[in-house]
């Protein structure tokens, strides 16, 4: 319970966190519930990687980043930077990008 | 990934190069207009690689200013570009339709009849009754039957047993299929007689059924009866006579003579090798001589050989060369002994013979003579002696 302790401390800013996180965790429960793909109810990055040739980051929201080695997608859940080497968009639209070259780390900067 | 590749190729697409500060920027607007990019690769300097179809690259100019940066193509494909090419050039497009219509128009047409499994029949008679009912070289295939002219081959033609035609691609193969007729019989619950088929001396008689009317030993001619399917009853005179279907075997003793002259100056052919060609053209089942020269040789074996221009094995078209080959004969007249003359002769006559003798008899005594005449030319006379069955039926009150 140390978040309620917080909540009282400082309210206003808080609180809009905390109902948006409440609102997060019943929607993750009733996708669990109802058995439906989280990406979709949760609106979060599906991250698919097809050994380290390629990887597909569906619903993400921007590129911010793009060099031959390093590659950074602005996603809901924070920045995805991807390095890497010889990195080609082999397809890209609003919603998904399809990657290939070769990878060699992913890391998320929350 | 192949039918996208595919797809992109038909619709037509252009690889372009973009320089400016913030590429990312560039993608993620293009993103927002529906502009798709696709195959994107980061150059030196600021500058990106990609491809984009034609019908979002009019979009792209907007983009470019808004965001400062400048696009250049680089390459351009597509189906609509290569057809683009050949917009201007008419004669060619007219020239590919023009060719394909006339190999459409060709190849509907017959132009090779092929005709196998026949025997005793001649190809050229049997091409002739294919021709009549409409299968020959420059007829429509639409317009055959296969089945209809297999039947009517069957009945108009004797001793067909079976006729298939198919037809495949330009060629028309006929495959036929013998049938020996089967001799006349006359049913068993018919009365009928035993009648010599040709003349002879009578050797043996055998009669299973019916009255025998001749003995060993005795002289018959074409279409006696020997052996009557008329019983009549010896003990009552009045009484109508039984009516039997006769069976028996008549064996006799029958002759067949032949003649030769005899050669004692017989001409002999001999290839010189010496060949000399002449080609025509086979144009549409027409021959057209290319070079039309008088062949030198006097005595020439003439070989025909027919190529024609097919597309596969069945696509016969109607093109083709003829090569006539003329192989010169040398004759030379030799000098043959008069006993070997007379040998090869007297050989002649007697398979003229073994021709005509069928395969049931057996010839059981040969003799040969030879003739003069007053000429002084020799002729081999052989006479055959055979021992066959003579007996045929015939219903008794035919013909």
Sequence with gaps: MPKNKNTKKNPKPKKNNEEKALKKNFREKMAEILELPKEVMLDVPKITMIGYRNIIVENYKALVEYENGRIKLNTSIGIIKIIGNALVIKAITSEDVLLEGEIDSLEFLK | MLLLRLWNYIRGYVIIVVKG????????????????????KRLKNNEIICSLSIKSFRNLRAVAKKTKSRVSIRKKTGLPFVLNRYKHRKAFLIGAVV???????ITSFVWSVEIDGNKNLNTDYLQHKLADMGIKPGTLKFG?????????????????????????GTKVKVSISEGVTPPELVPKNIPCDIIASKDGVIKTVTAKSGQEMVKAGDTVVKGQVLVSGRMLNTEVKDEQPRFVHAIGTVIARTWYEERCPVNIHPVEKERTGQVENNYALLLFGKKIKLFPGKIKFENSDRVEINKSLSIGKDMVLPFGIIIEKYYENRLTVKELDLDIAKKAAADTAYKQIMKQVGDESKIVKAETRFIDDEKGKLTACVTAECNENIGITQEIGGN
């Design chain 2, 21 to 40: 500060y913030f590429p990312e920027k560039f993608i993620n607007i293009c993103m927002h207009r529906k502009i798709f990019l696709w195959d994107i």
């Design chain 2, 99 to 105: 060719f394909i219509a006339a190999l459409y128009i």
């Design chain 2, 144 to 168: 055959i039957d296969p089945d209809l002219v297999a039947n009517r081959m069957i009945l108009d033609v004797k001793g067909l047993a079976w006729v298939g035609i198919t037809v495949k």
